[in-house]
């Protein structure tokens, strides 16, 4: 499917269930963010890494080591993610597919995310990583799907756009926990 995949992490969200910036909670001493970025530059295959702020931007700068990765702000975030994957797969140029993961999930292992590039296959224009058959994250996008981005609108992600495409599912429940990171409660669990 692809030859040169970019890595595109949305963290652009308010975090209105967590009553604050999510990304910046932290797990053994690292903030969610953190533990992401670290996630995908353990696979080298991943050139660029574009993380997308929105809201909070300048206090997650400020506090999480964004290195070498490409940051881009969505001004209109608050429209959801749409707007996010917009404003991320814009900033990776001209790449042949677009691994995207999620600020809140920093349990999703580097095992993982080179796993959905591992089932890249030719007749395929996305990969859909499952955990115990639901869909969740990361997500691999061909190049027909990224040419369809820019006119995705509202609160929806990949799902709704992966609808009209030839994508290919491979199980990793077995591989990590996809829990994302909402509320206070749900990191208490992984803190305590």
Known sequence: MSDRVGCVVLAAGGGRRFGG????AEVGGR????LVLDHARAVPALEPL???LGAHAATIR???????????EAPDWAEGQAASLRAGV???GGVDAALV???DQPFITPQVIAGALDHAADG???VRTTYGG?????VLLGRPVLEAVPALQGDVGARELLARFRVRTWEAGQLCDPTDIDTPDQLEVYTS
């Open 62 to 72: 400020a506090r999480v080591a964004l290195g070498d990765a490409r940051v881009v």
């Open 50 to 52: 574009v993380v997308v």
């Open 101 to 103: 993961l999620l600020a």
């Open 134 to 138: 639901r869909p969740g994250h990361p």
């Open 21 to 24: 910036p999510k990304q910046l």
């Open 90 to 92: 814009a900033a990776l």
């Open 31 to 34: 903030t969610l963010l953190g």
């Open 124 to 126: 395929y224009d996305a």
